[in-house]
Nanobody, 124 residues
């Protein structure tokens, strides 16, 4: 069974850090670009970062540039999102998605594999 599992969310204070993980089972992640998305209550889902299948190319949205870093360890079949200097505006459910495409994968999202989200709450 193909499955993505996002983890690492939690409650953190303003300025704190979290590291999210996206682990795959049932398929080999290195063939896929991975995007991290988030959705806050009442807002549309947005892609915040993406990494190519090889890890050579990364994309990050402007609102988190300089604070978030995406990386992958294909040997572990896992992609990470390091989030620093968190603000309340970063509070959301974070999801990872996998697709054999280029970054950002939101531009070609049909048919992507999605993981269950992990909740990030930043308290002020």
């Amino acid at each position: 069974q193909l499955q993505l599992v996002a983890s690492g969310g939690g409650l953190v204070e303003v300025g704190g850090s979290l590291r999210l993980s996206c682990a795959a089972s049932g398929f080999i992640l290195r063939y896929y670009a991975i995007g991290w998305f988030r959705q806050a209550p009442g807002k549309e889902r947005e892609e915040v970062s993406c990494i190519s299948n090889s890890g050579d190319i990364t994309w990050i949205t402007a609102s988190v540039k300089g604070r978030f870093t995406i990386s992958r360890d294909n040997a572990m079949n896992t992609v990470f999102l390091q989030m620093n200097s968190l603000t309340p505006e970063d509070s959301a459910v974070y999801y990872c998605a996998a697709k054999e495409t280029t970054c950002p994968i939101a531009t070609n999202i049909g048919g992507a594999y999605w993981g269950k989200g992990t909740l990030v709450t930043v308290s002020s």
